[in-house]
Structures are given as structure tokens and as C-alpha cells.
């Protein structure tokens, strides 16, 4: 029964619109920051990424990531709820144990399928002229992990908070935390280097 749960749910929350224009308004801030902006600006990416104020920048995918995990979490834990149809599933031969189970489970998958599409948009910076294979798959690795991280942080958050607060209210939780990560970067920024702005920085060769 779990499994055709599982498809149900799998089913509903893919067709939701707000998912959709949420995971594309992350992917399109992805792109404009490692391939756009680095054409642009005829540099590889890592230059533009070491810049201090493209690191501020680059927060805003933080904040992308966030409004994704929020809405994601409440189609999934939420919305069920508000429709009735978790009414439904309850009325089943299922316990509850694998009714939150199943929603864990495809929050995940949806989380790494969106992952393996951010993976998959780093990859193409290797087209960029200026381009070095030990950053290259280093930004693909930070890609997937980084990613990883901002899903379960943004995303523990939204599920804790699904079902005591309202669906903007979960929105904008998530927001005020991203813009919190973006006021102490930007602080930092002042103080201390980044790992990749340093990693750049012992890169160059005086001639």
C-alpha cells in the first residue's frame, strides 16, 4: 500500500504549478551565475565566483533554494492535509509511521532529481574558455554537496514548520533565514577570504 501511496503522492506533487516555477526559478539563477554571467564577462567561472561581490551574489541561490525547499515542503506535508486527501490515505490499510515515511521519501528524490539537474548545468562550464579541470570538478562536486546541505537545512525547516504555520508563513521563514546567511557572508566578506577566493589567489604565478 506504501508504494501506491508513494506513486500517488510522487504523482500529485509533480503536477503542482508552484513546484515547477519555483525548481525553474532556481534553474535559471543557476545558470545566469556559473555560465551566463562568466560569458559575459569572458572569464571562467571561478574568477567570477572568487569576486567578492559575486560571492554576495551568489547568496541569492541560497534564497532560490529556499523558496523551492519551502514550497516543495508544503506541497508534500501541507497540502495533502488542506485537500482531504490524506483523509483518504488514513482510511487505508496503512500506518501513519509510513504515511510520513513515503512523504520523507519523495521530498528526497525530489530534492536529488533537482540536484543531479544543478550537477548537470555545472557540468557545461567546462565549455567556457578559460576553463581548468581541477576547479572544474570541484565546482561540480561543491555543486552537489552544497546543494545537498541547502536542501536538508531549508528543508528540515519547512517540514517542522508545515504543519503549524501557514503556507506564506513557511515562504517567508525561509526567505528571512536565507537573507540572515547573506547579511553574515556579507560581513565575513569584509573580514576574511573565501576558500575559493583564496584557492585562486595562490593560483596565480606572478610573470
Known sequence: MSGVYFKFLFATTIKKKPVWITWLLYVLTLTMFIIVMPLAAHVNPYQVWANTTMTVCQTFLGMAVAIFTAVLAINIFKDSNEEGTELIVISKPISRKKIVLTKFIAYIIFCLMVNICAVFISL??????????????????????????????????????????????????????????????????FVFKTPLKSATDDAVVPV
Open 124 to 189: 557545461f562550464t567546462i565549455f567556457i574558455p578559460g576553463t581548468e579541470v581541477e576547479f572544474y570538478w570541484g565546482l561540480v562536486v561543491s555543486m552537489f554537496i552544497g546543494n545537498f546541505v541547502c536542501f536538508s537545512v531549508f528543508g528540515s525547516i519547512a517540514i517542522l514548520l508545515s504543519s503549524q504555520v501557514a503556507k506564506i508563513g513557511v515562504i517567508i521563514t525561509n526567505i528571512v533565514i536565507s537573507l540572515i546567511f547573506l547579511i553574515y557572508q556579507t560581513l565575513t566578506l
